[in-house]
């Protein structure tokens, strides 16, 4: 039996096609969902960086970089120089984008780690782990996804 219809592959998010599959789901999405979708559109709504710059006589020894949208705190990369690793500048980092998370109205915060990275310290910080994938590296190594309410 012949299919009418075939798949092929693009060679990037920005193929012709692509805007259409992405306006099929923002329509869907203002169907299923228009209170969320109404307040998302706002432009006071939109995701905002918060950056965080730990720095030794102005040199950069750690930083976290996250965004704010909504009630939740998104934790992308967090990192310290190895030479200035064990002395809680990672905490301390941790324990300020919280802060300042309150004060711009989050709840939470989120943060995916590799289970060979910093679950840990996430934990020991208050995360919970809230989910898994397995070898997500191809490796054998599990990515982690840890949350925490705020406050």
Not at 97 to 112: P, Q, T
């Amino acid at each position: 039996m012949n299919s009418p219809w075939k798949i092929e592959a693009a060679s990037d998010s920005e193929a012709a096609g692509c805007d259409l599959v992405r306006q099929w789901l923002r329509e869907f999405n203002w169907q299923a969902n228009p209170d969320f979708m109404a307040e998302i559109s706002q432009a006071h709504q939109q995701a905002k960086p918060l950056v965080l710059l730990a720095k030794a006589d102005s040199q950069v020894i750690g930083g976290l970089l996250a965004e704010i949208q909504l009630a939740w705190l998104r934790i992308s990369i967090m990192a310290v120089d190895p030479a200035w690793r064990s002395r809680r500048i990672g905490s301390a980092l941790l324990v300020a984008a919280c802060e300042e998370a309150l004060r711009r109205g989050c709840r939470h915060a989120y943060v995916d780690t590799m289970e060979y990275q910093a679950p840990r310290f996430y934990t020991a910080h208050g995360f919970e782990i809230v989910g898994r994938i397995a070898d997500w590296d191809s490796h054998g190594h599990a990515k982690l996804f840890l949350t925490k309410e705020l406050g």
